[in-house]
């Protein structure tokens, strides 16, 4: 498919292991995407994919932004001072040259899986805190699909993934979106992008009804695919929240994705990356009904009809790179090398001392190892 060559930032690109920086790499230079920002997960296996996104970013410096995730052993051994934790932690990532955080805390399976509590609790409230007031970018997954928690609608690859979170012992979506509201309204100056648009892409009075609210609130286009599906029912009346919130939203595609969660070991895939920069762009800038060229991971079949809503390039120059440059800034951090060594040390010795309470946990230190590697010959 071809696309005009807009200046592109993809503001949610997961990277889940340093050998993949070159294919990487190229697959954005062959999509002409100029930017990237990579949004760093817990892992169940080798703790924090923070190394990893470092030593991308250490890499490509001017290119990569960062999203640090948290370090979520606090949750495990420290619960309820975990949210100080945090909060400091936010500080250190920031010091590193992290240019925001990401969130998955609040995908129903993570919160399933971890003992992760209420958002507008006291423990999280120091953290929530923290963020505001130094205006930290946050990249925050809340929810999934609404049809995940409905057992007659569940679409059945969702289901294949464990995705089912109807069967009473997940965390109820609205329950997670009244937490999410409540820590905004403490704190309505909040630097935030919901990532998969909030999941609201089926109930779009009611995510104006937060924009209007929350004026530091985004939404990115990451699929969630569903979003597309839904975004098609009523092409003009999305075309119409989309000129009306064009500052509000931001690209992503969620390159990554199917490395990060799948473990199919063949990496990051271009056929799969450059059917998730089609189903994107496709919908904001052709006008009508499209088809992908390329086949995507979790895409509804190729069966699955998409629709454009054709929107004028002002508005898409700021959902390509504008908002978000605002959002995270014109150019990424820079990092400071001495701060990565240290913080490799200290996740090295958590890594060390958790394993014994994360089964699943590899104890595989290899990235930090690379890491450690890279940076302590570029000082
Ligand atoms: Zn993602």
């Not at 955080?101 to 958002?119: H, Q, S």
């Not at 059917?275 to 496709?282: F, S």
């Amino acid at each position: 498919m071809h696309f005009k060559p807009f200046k592109i930032i993809d503001s949610h690109i997961h990277f889940p292991h340093y050998a993949f920086a070159e294919p990487l790499v190229s697959i954005l230079a062959e999509a002409g995407v100029e930017k990237l920002a990579v949004v760093c997960t817990p892992d169940e296996k080798r703790f924090s994919l923070l190394p990893d996104a470092l030593y991308l970013k250490g890499c490509y410096p001017g290119r990569v932004y960062l999203f640090g995730g948290l370090d979520i052993s606090p949750l495990l051994m420290t619960l309820d001072n975990a949210g100080e934790t945090f909060a400091r932690y936010v500080d250190v990532l920031a010091g590193l040259g992290a240019d925001g955080i990401k969130m998955l805390e609040g995908k129903a399976e993570m919160r399933k899986r971890l003992p992760i509590p209420d958002f507008d609790g006291p423990v999280y409230a120091p953290y929530w805190e923290k963020l505001a007031e130094r205006q930290m970018p946050l990249i925050f997954h809340v929810n999934d699909p609404e049809e995940f928690w409905d057992e007659k609608k569940i679409p059945s690859w969702a289901r294949e993934m464990g995705w089912y979170y109807g069967d009473g012992t997940y965390i109820d979506n609205e329950a997670q979106y009244r937490q999410v509201l409540n820590v905004l309204d403490r704190h309505p100056d909040l630097k935030v992008i919901f990532a998969h648009f909030f999941f609201l892409s089926a109930q779009l009075e009611r995510l104006a009804d937060y924009l209007d609210r929350y004026p530091n609130m985004h939404v990115d286009l990451t699929p969630g695919i569903e979003m597309y599906f839904n975004f098609a029912v009523h092409p003009q009346k999305t075309r119409d929240f989309f000129i009306k919130y064009q500052d509000r939203i931001v690209y992503g595609t969620d390159i990554g994705a199917q490395a990060l969660l799948a473990d199919t070991g063949v990496g990051i895939e271009a056929e799969e990356s450059l059917a998730r920069i089609e189903v994107v762009r496709g919908f904001l800038e052709k006008e009508g009904p499209f088809q992908l060229t390329h086949e995507g991971f979790l895409f509804g079949g190729p069966q699955a009809r998409f629709l454009g809503i054709h929107l004028p390039d002002q508005v898409l120059e700021k959902i390509y790179h504008q908002n978000f440059e605002r959002f995270a800034g014109a150019v990424p951090k820079l990092l400071d090398n001495a701060a990565i060594l240290e913080e490799c040390q200290r996740l090295e010795a958590v890594i060390n001392t958790i394993g014994a309470v994360m089964p699943g946990m590899t104890g595989d230190t290899s990235s930090i190892t690379k890491v450690r590697d890279f940076f302590s010959h570029s000082i």
